[in-house]
């Protein structure tokens, strides 16, 4: 069964207070509109990490040439990319 | 002049060897870098049994250059890099001495006997593996029973401060994918996860995996004297767009200075083989 953009969103969150390196956000708060990059919770490093935990998660590979970098960083903008990707 | 389409086979080996000529230049030297290096190389020390040591990505010589006097006779020593330029500078350097050899090779093709090294050590060079796996294994075929290693290289938490500041300028020059691109060129790995690879090939009774954190402080001419170490990931943004990118990135680093000057901190994995 597909998943909605809120699971991905619950799950994604989950995933980045496990594993954003310490010391590298200015605090531990995280929603849907958080900038990872921005917010320092996770760096370039951390991004390959999460694009194979949700593809892991979602089944489908995350195309990224020609993503708007705006919403790349973004929580539900990274969701949103991965659940195009999965209905194409 | 940079193509925004341009792929290099592997650009950091390709960029290393455009810019080999600038790779001793002072403000590199001098800088934080420099300084890490000189403090590794220091550390090194050449037993007298030693009859074959190995520098793994051997940039210039400069390491082999300091090592090679200090050797007893009849210690072969030999230095391989990928990066054709590099390698040309080391030759140049080691000319004087007849007990020095430099090869075209990396850590995943040592171009050496199984079981001839005595000692292998490599400076801030591991970090550029293609291949964590097949580089153990070659390490492995290479290193004779009972050998020694001195592995330095970055860990995952390397410059953090000019990682969070620069960030968000290159995913903007670079966009997700390039950038993600970009960063699967270093292997940068926790100390945990460095003794996971490294068990793999060696006992654990030999084998150990320190680390350490460094912060530098220095002035932006100062720390960007070695950002010849870094272009290599910066290839792919088109050249129109480099200067304002460079720009950005020195106007963010700026934003980092404290009275002491700008920190870097050098996050140092030091693998470590010794005989049992």
Redesign the interface.
Known sequence: MAMSEAQLVDLVIEWVRSNH?P??SRNGEISAGTDL??S?ML???G??DL?VFIETQSGCRIE????D?SE??IVKGLCRITLRNQQN | MTSPTLRLANPIVETYSRLAEHYDDEPNLHSCWGQATDKALGSIHIKDDYRLILDVGCGTGRALARLVPRAKSGVQFVGIDPAENMRNLALGRLQPFRNVQICNGSFEHIPLETGSVDYLFSIFAFHWTTDPDATVREVQRVLKPGAEMDLFFIG??NG?EF??KT??I???YM???L??E???MRK?FTREAAHQLFIKGFSTSELSVDESYQTYYDTLEGHWGWWVRIEGHFMRIPSARKEQCDHEVKTALQGLAQPEGIPYTIHQLHVRLRRG
Do not use: E, H, Y
């Open positions: 390196r010391g590298n990059i921005a320092g760096d370039s490093f991004f390959i694009i990224l040439t020609d993503v970098p790349f960083c | 995952r938490d953090r990682i969070q960030t968000p290159f995913l903007k966009g997700p994918a950038l993600l970009s960063a699967r940068q």
